[in-house]
């Protein structure tokens, strides 16, 4: 995403590659194997490298999880993953001649023929920024709520709205977000749908409570079926998402005691009920087999939410400190797992009033219990990070010659996107500028205590006014990257129209004039601040690109999914004067501009002069994104945005996500017939220090003859 601000003809260049987190080329027996004796109930557990030449099974999501622990261990020669337990068990090549492959139902064996992957253990340390946790909770207090809110990112009450007007109050700065619920059938009523109207806008809501209990929901899937369109009348009145009926494996008193089996009926009854998620309760004492449960879920193909969760299921472990060691344990599986998108522990307080004893993460009013404890503090950062939503960005530059500019593929099998969409190798966007105004960034309330006054209130804004053929993109600008990618070069070109020289360069081994950056400012040993206003600022990034760092560093250009990093040119912002308001670790963009890379420098989501949606405020360009999520990955978008509300070309016209090295050129031209351009090609020097306004001319001429220029409205 490039967060667009400069000045007249200028060129952005960079080299990068699509690839998978691992290249492991593997030889499938669907019929699989014996792996041995030796198979203990340890081995079974935790996310520990195995000894060589033994067996050693580890928790695994899916098949592919398994291959790519043994993948990113060179030692690894046979991976087994048993679907029953959801575990992958992994053998050494020491211990190859004493392999067997026998058939048994239930599992699929993976011999490695090649071995090219990380050679570092598995990672048990989730890295990316998730916001996944929450607590089912009804809480009562503000304090009991601004104690657990610095370690999480939602909450519900099985209710379909806030009870207590103090929690209330607190909820809009406490930075977590409130889920509503349909509980059951008692909830359709008319007294109990305005309350959750009173709500305003919400992101997702809850289903049905346990419907499969007598004592809880107490529906058949053909019942809540029945119900369903109320459900979701009332989530599309509330802009909401919905997430299925909470299920949970019943015993006694059940309309279905297999969950499983009640969503199955469920599903098969309800036509298009729109459910976007599956929400489950899960009261495993172990690991190994909340992983298990879970991987029964994986069948509907949708995110997990786990609304229930703690020890429960044997009574000897049900007690403090082994719910803090269970809730620690499962933190990392649950941080980890690609398939679980919320989870929530059960509960705040009262835990031992419903049999689920020594689960409660409050012990008296604000008051932490160990349990509590852990569940702030283990992965908090992940919890509290900032929410950076946008997909892939990448821009990149020209070659010697407009001549290579890269011939469009064919659009093959794509569904649910703009059928008038076509694939493109360039878009021009004109008709950009003129007069206008949008909301910058003065100041930002740090807050105190862990209270913020409220988002609007701390997020000081002034009203700006701007003029010219390229507004508001003639001020600075800053680039995102967002993984999976490989960067290879990056080179930025810069001047007057009619000649343009290198100010910035950088592969992974050099670098001029050009850092990386993360949101993860304030963090320990790391530049750059944190408060509870204002989450983290922008931070220099270590080599990885997945943490900060407390100075800048040559990054490695390896991005994984989700992954994003920003760049910016070397040059600290020395005080208002020259950059604006800024943050601590703020950093100078390209091409000037007083105010600088202004959306990255005080939050770049939340109180910025971004703007939202077509509304791009201070001006916002992607130059190539992904948007519609995982089913058309391969479709990459062009997107401008600024004052005028309007965005340009969209999802009509789409690149063609690279499986191989390409180039890509972003270019950004006043004057006159001001324009942006994004154009793939299949080739550039990257050594040349300077560019010529006519190759510029020829470039843009040459993208015409497939391709119209694409204007703005007026």
Not at 671 to 692: C, I, K, M, P, R
Request: hydrophobic share 35%; with cysteine.
């Amino acid at each position: 995403m490039l967060l667009l601000e400069t000045k007249l003809g200028l060129a952005l260049g960079l080299l990068l590659r699509l690839a998978s987190a691992y290249d492991c080329p593997v030889v499938t027996r669907e019929a699989t194997t014996n792996y041995g004796a030796g198979i203990s109930d340890e081995a079974h557990e935790g996310l520990t490298p195995f000894e060589l030449g033994t067996w050693k099974g580890v928790v695994a999501f899916n098949e592919d999880h398994c291959v790519q622990m043994c993948c990113e261990r060179l030692e690894c020669f046979v991976a087994v993953f048993d679907h029953a337990e959801a575990l992958c068990y992994l053998k050494a090549a020491a211990a190859l001649e004493s392999t067997a492959f026998v058939s048994e139902e239930g599992f699929t064996t993976f011999e490695l023929s090649v071995r090219e992957g990380d050679p570092s253990p598995v990672a048990t340390e989730p890295t990316e920024c998730h916001g996944k946790r929450g607590v089912s909770f009804d809480f009562k207090d503000a304090d009991d709520l601004d104690a657990l809110a610095p370690g999480m990112s939602w909450w519900y009450n099985w209710s379909p709205a806030i009870i207590a007007s103090e929690v209330k109050i607190a909820q809009s700065s406490s930075g977590c977000e409130y889920i509503p619920m349909i509980w059951g059938e008692k909830d359709l009523d008319s007294t109990r749908l305005a309350n959750l109207a009173s709500l305003g806008q919400s992101s997702h809501m809850l289903g049905f409570n346990e419907p499969n209990f007598g004592s809880q929901a107490n529906l058949t899937p053909q019942e809540a079926a029945a119900l369903w369109s109320t459900v979701k009348s009332e989530a599309a009145t509330l802009g909401a998402e919905i997430v299925s009926p909470a299920v949970n494996f019943c015993g006694g008193d059940c309309t279905k005691e297999d969950p499983y089996e009640w969503l199955d009926d469920f599903f098969s009854a309800c036509e298009g009920c729109d459910v976007t998620a599956i929400a489950v309760h899960i009261y495993t004492c172990e690991v190994r087999y909340l992983n298990k449960i879970l991987h029964g879920y994986l069948k509907y193909g949708l995110p997990i939410w786990i609304t229930e969760f703690a020890c429960a299921d044997d009574a000897a472990y049900m007690n403090e400190a082994s719910q803090a060691a269970y809730l620690a344990d499962a933190l990392t599986l649950l941080e980890l797992h690609p398939s679980v998108a919320r989870y929530a522990w059960f509960t705040g307080r009262g835990g031992d009033d419903v049999g689920v004893t020594g689960s409660d993460l409050l012990s008296a009013t604000g008051v932490l219990t160990k349990v509590g404890s852990v569940f702030v503090e283990t992965y908090q950062d992940l919890q509290r990070c900032e929410d950076m939503t946008s997909s892939l960005s990448t821009g990149i530059l020209p070659s010697s010659t407009p001549t290579n500019i890269a011939e469009p593929g064919t659009m093959t099998g794509m569904t649910d996107v703009d059928p008038e969409a076509t694939e493109i190798t360039n878009v021009v966007i004109g008709n950009l500028g003129g007069t206008g105004t949008y909301m910058d960034v003065v100041g930002m309330d740090p807050g105190a205590d862990m209270h913020c006054p409220s988002t609007e209130a701390a997020c000081v804004q002034k009203e700006v006014s701007v003029s010219g053929t390229l507004a508001p993109f003639d001020e600075a600008v800053s680039v995102a990257f967002r993984g999976p990618m490989n960067i290879h070069n990056i080179v930025w070109f810069e001047g007057e129209a009619d000649s343009l020289s290198k100010t910035s360069a950088w592969t992974p081994v050099t670098s001029n004039n050009l850092v990386f950056m993360t949101n993860q400012g304030g963090y320990t040993e790391c530049s750059g601040e944190w408060t509870i206003c204002g989450g983290s600022s922008q931070s220099y990034a270590d080599e990885t690109g997945s943490s900060c760092a407390s100075e800048p560093k040559q990054f490695s250009g390896v991005l994984g999914g989700d992954q994003g990093v920003n760049i910016m040119t070397s040059t600290e912002c020395a005080d208002d004067s020259t950059c604006g308001f800024y943050r601590d670790t703020g950093m100078e963009g390209w091409s000037g501009g007083l105010d600088g890379s202004k959306v990255v420098r005080t939050a770049q989501y939340g109180c910025n002069c971004r703007g939202a949606g077509g509304n791009g405020g201070c001006g916002e360009f992607d130059i190539v994104e992904a948007v519609i999520g995982v089913d058309h990955a391969d479709m990459m978008f062009t997107t401008v945005y600024d004052f005028k509300g309007t965005g340009a070309p969209g999802h009509g016209k789409y690149f063609n996500r690279p499986s191989s090295p390409a180039h890509y050129a972003a270019i950004f031209r006043g004057g006159e017939d001001a324009y942006l351009q994004v154009v793939q090609l299949t080739e550039f020097d990257y050594s040349q220090t300077t560019l010529s306004g006519l190759w510029l001319d020829d470039l843009k001429l040459a993208s015409t003859e497939n391709h119209d220029v694409y204007d703005v409205p007026a």
